[in-house]
């Protein structure tokens, strides 16, 4: 196992701190990028590449550690100070969530699989109550927590990115500015997408206990449709098939499946691609018709309308955007 890195942050917070960067790798990735910005009460872990060994990356910070974790793809697990390298929390693919760890030394552990893609905000005590609401009433918990080095959650199961995260993310991730003017980026940008995690959460709280609860059973049949489109967005199945394959039939599992995720099975479906598709015309060096096949599209011309239609722009001018970043 390759040791990435270990980086030692102080708690507190001064605005007069440099941001520095450091790019990792060299040997063990291929075809990405690995790279680690990190100030006063921030580390922020970038990675979007592929491995060829089990990578790790060790942090640390003087009291209680706050993670915002946002993983795309990949295999990867945050694991605390004297736990086994085989436990941990093993990040779940296309979800996030918030985590409050009261262990200052935690490891990154990084699995060779075919591509990895996370974005993990470290913060201290002190930077995380700087951006957190103080009078958000159903969030007191949560902000205890923080200010005591409390272990918590936000979720007690990781949740579904939105699309509003991964623009974030996507921003963040190509952001030009430098010195000062990045810093600032980075932090109001980090202070969004705690803004989106907290928002979500409250809302899916909220729908939760103004519906009936479902059956375990069901659940987990729901959890499995959903993992089979994830796996077969290119092709997804019926809905009748994708019935059959998980047990339930056609209205309960249309009804359920929008009740867990908030989303019609089609509208999920769809979202998957392009949010495929955008990732392959801002990391790619693709023909839009080679990105149009292997997200599902045999005719370009309709890939490009979806696009357009999802997104609010041209996917060739997306294709521009990341070759003028390129030279």
Known sequence: ?????????????????????LSLGD??????????????????????????????????????VVAMLFHL?????????????????KLQRGKHNFEVFNSRNLK??????????????LLSQEFCLRIMPQDYDSQDRL?????????????????????????IIDKVRNCSRKGSFHRL???????????????????????????PAMHDADIEKIEEAKNILEDQYIQPPTIKDLAGMVGLNETKLKTNFKK????????????????????????????????????GYQKPSNFTYAYKEFFGIHPGDVARNRKRREY
């Open 1 to 21: 196992m390759a040791e990435k890195a270990s980086f030692a942050v102080t708690d507190g917070y001064n605005l007069g701190s440099d941001l520095k960067e």
């Open 27 to 64: 040997g063990e990735i291929s075809d990405g990028q690995f790279r680690v910005f990190h100030t006063d009460g921030l580390i922020l872990i970038d990675i979007h590449s592929q491995f060829s060994q089990r990578a790790a990356l060790n942090v640390s910070f003087h009291n209680s």
């Open 73 to 89: 793809d990949g295999d990867a697990r945050i694991v605390e100070s004297g736990v086994n390298h085989d436990s941990g929390i």
């Open 108 to 121: 990154l552990l990084i699995e060779p699989v075919l591509s990895v893609n996370s974005f993990i905000i």
């Open 143 to 167: 902000v205890k927590a923080v200010k005591e080095g409390h272990r918590i959650s936000l979720s007690p199961e990781f949740a579904l990115m939105g699309l509003d995260m991964k623009q």
């Open 185 to 211: 980026c980075l932090e109001i940008k980090i202070a969004e997408l705690l803004m989106l995690q907290l928002e979500q959460q409250a809302s899916l709280h909220s729908e939760q206990s103004a519906r």
């Open 260 to 295: 867990t995720f908030h989303s019609t099975i089609h509208a999920y479906t769809q979202r998957i691609r392009m949010q495929k598709a955008h990732e392959l015309l801002t990391q790619k060096n693709l023909l839009l018709k080679e990105i149009a096949i292997q997200v």
